[in-house]
């Protein structure tokens, strides 16, 4: 066998085998080249601990907040209160102050309760004045600024309370009703003379008011008599009043109604009969006639005169 060709080959092969195992460590090499290229490089620190640098605070993570969906509010509707409106100032009604009336007679003003005081006025007919209270059966009035009296039975209250209404609950009629009585008195009279065959009287104003002012001054005073309060007679009475005469009488009774005085006067027997026969005498011709309440008790008056 030949020898050189058995050397030849077994160096082809050898030759084979080493460059095989230089291309594996070379790629070995470059794998681990590029493993330590592609390191990140360790930080200063981690290398070289205790070296003095003060190490850097590692940074954490701000966390991730994951933003929820807003809820959308809907509103819920407000009912507002109504604004309450302003109360209405309505006005105070104004309390009407109580005065009274003066009848058809007219009354007088007194400085205290009773004919005992001074008078100090008189109130003509529905003449008025502001009331101010009671005492008994008289009325207090403010007149011309100060307290007065006025007998109550001649005035009528208007307008003052229940209680304050009159000065005596018990007077049997109005002031009308009074004058009416007066009508129906002198009628009367008028009737017992013509049935005695006597004219009738013929009715006298100014005798009227004497026998009125007399009346009341009796009912004011709860007393009946012939003389006045100031001492007044009749015939002083009469011509105050205007009657120029040449003969005057007077006849007076309380009760309480008309028929009542007159059967008081016509029940009178002669020759006891003093307010019959003036009645019927023959020698007066005129009269005039007054019937003033007080309380449950009436005056009549009743003055005869011969102009």
Known sequence: MDRSLFSRQNWKRDGL???????VVGLAVALVWYSFGNEPAAS????KPGDGVTPQPQLTASPTYVLLPTATLTPI???LPSPTPAPTVIPPTPTPTPYIVAGADGVNVRTGPGTNHEQVGYIDPDGQADFVGTEGDWVQIRYDGE???VYG???TIVQAQEAEATASSETPAPTGEIVAWSEELAQLINQQRVAQGLPAYTYSEPLKQAALL????CAERGELTHIGSDGSTLSVRVSRAGYDSVNVSEIAVTGATPQSAMERWMGETPPNDPHRSQVLSASMKEMGVAVVAAGDTCYFVAVFGRP
């Open 147 to 149: 307290i007065a009296y």
């Open 44 to 47: 200063p620190s981690a290398d």
């Open 17 to 23: 085998m080493v460059l095989g195992w230089l291309l």
């Open 214 to 217: 007399h009346a009341v001054d």
């Open 77 to 79: 509707p407000q009912t």
């Open 153 to 155: 039975p001649l005035v």
